[in-house]
Nanobody, 123 residues
Framework: VQLQASGGGLVQAGGSLRLSCAAS????????MGWFRQAPGKEREFAAA???????YYADSVKGRFTISRDNAKNTVYLQMNSLKPEDTAVYYC??????????????????WGQGTQVTVSS
C-alpha cells in the first residue's frame, strides 16, 4: 500500500486547509485510516482517525475544528482543517492500519505511512 499525502501549505490563523491522502495498492475503506502530525522537536501525535465502520475519532486539540472523511470511490481520505491556529503548524502524515488493534491513536499500530505534508499557520 502506498499513501500520498497532499494539500499542505501556508495559511493565516483562522484559515482552512484540506489535506488529502490517496492510496494505491490497497482499499482504504478496509483499513483504519489516521492522520498524525509532528511539530519540530516534538513527538508524532494523533490528530484524527476513521474506522472501517466510518466511526471517527479526534484528538481533543482538534475536536470541533478538524473533520476526517473518506471517499471510497476515489480511495482517498481527507482532513478538513478549519479555524487553524499557529499551534497546528506541523508536518501532517496519513497512515493505514491493516489489522485494527483498537489503538487508533498510537502511531506504532499503523502499517503504512504517507510522506507527510507541511502545514504552517501564521499568526
Amino acid at each position: 500500500v502506498q499513501l500520498q499525502a497532499s494539500g499542505g501549505g501556508l495559511v493565516q490563523a483562522g484559515g482552512s486547509l484540506r489535506l488529502s491522502c490517496a492510496a494505491s495498492g490497497g482499499t482504504l475503506s478496509t483499513y483504519v485510516m489516521g492522520w498524525f502530525r509532528q511539530a519540530p522537536g516534538k513527538e508524532r501525535e494523533f490528530a484524527a482517525a476513521i474506522l472501517r465502520s466510518g466511526k471517527v475519532y479526534y484528538a481533543d486539540s482538534v475536536k470541533g475544528r478538524f473533520t476526517i472523511s473518506r471517499d471510497n470511490a476515489k480511495n482517498t481520505v481527507y482532513l478538513q482543517m478549519n479555524s487553524l491556529k499557529p499551534e497546528d503548524t506541523a508536518v501532517y502524515y496519513c497512515a493505514a492500519d491493516i489489522g485494527y488493534s483498537g489503538n487508533y491513536y498510537r502511531p506504532g499500530m499503523y502499517d503504512y505511512w504517507g510522506q507527510g505534508t507541511q502545514v504552517t499557520v501564521s499568526s
